[in-house]
Structure formats: structure tokens, C-alpha cells
């Protein structure tokens, strides 16, 4: 969590307050979550196993679920946003809907729990 939070403490704004947010929306939607690093980028994680990612990048910031099925379910709720197989941009001044958050989370739990079911036993 040091980390993590080292992190986004070293970003500029608004990068450092639009990913803050991200990160509190997260934890509450995911009970038990822990936080780390995943791919080299800050990390929701449920038992070992990553949620979502996010990173600032120079132009842009980044959302990733760490599943490829993810992204492709949601294409109408992303038909806004830069989308790759991988995740999805969004600019650093732009707060993320709770509900589009929520989709993701949903999703990618799913995927979790079809994947390994003993996490949620």
C-alpha cells in the first residue's frame, strides 16, 4: 500500500487526484481487496489475483482489468474511450462514472470466480 500510495503521491495534478479517486472507488467495490503492484503498475488485488490496474501515462491515463475478456463485454459502455484488448485511456482530468467503475469490477470478479472459484470460497 506504501507503494502504491508513494505512487500516486509522485504524480502532478489533476493525474494525482483523478487516479486517487479511481483508487477509493475500487477498494470499496471490492471487499477484502488488497493493493500492490501488477505489471509495474498500482493494483487492486483479491486474494493474489489483480482486479484492475490504472497508470498515468505522459498523454493519458490507463485503466486495466488484467483480462482480456473484460474490455469486449463493455464495448457499448466504452464506445467513448480509447479501448485495446488490454484495458482502456481516459484523459487525466476525467473521473471515471461509479458506474462504469462498478461494470468493471463486476466483470472482471466474474471472470475471476469462472477462472478460479476457490477465491471466493
Do not use: C, W
Not at 31 to 53: H, T, W
Amino acid at each position: 500500500m506504501d507503494e502504491v500510495l508513494n505512487y500516486l503521491e509522485s504524480l502532478p495534478e489533476p493525474q494525482r487526484s483523478t487516479l486517487s479517486k479511481l483508487r477509493e472507488d475500487l477498494l470499496a467495490l471490492v471487499p477484502g481487496a488488497s493493493e500492490g503492484f501488477s505489471y509495474s503498475m498500482p493494483a487492486v488485488m483479491l486474494n493474489g489475483k489483480a482486479v484492475a490496474g490504472y497508470f498515468a501515462f505522459k498523454n493519458h491515463l490507463g485503466y486495466f482489468p488484467h483480462s482480456s475478456l473484460v474490455t469486449p463485454k463493455l464495448a457499448q459502455e466504452l464506445s467513448g474511450y480509447k479501448v485495446s484488448k488490454g484495458g482502456f485511456q481516459f484523459p487525466h482530468d476525467h473521473q471515471l462514472p461509479h458506474s462504469l467503475i462498478e461494470k468493471l469490477v463486476a466483470v472482471r470478479l466474474s471472470v475471476l470466480k469462472e477462472q478460479y472459484p476457490s477465491l471466493f470460497v
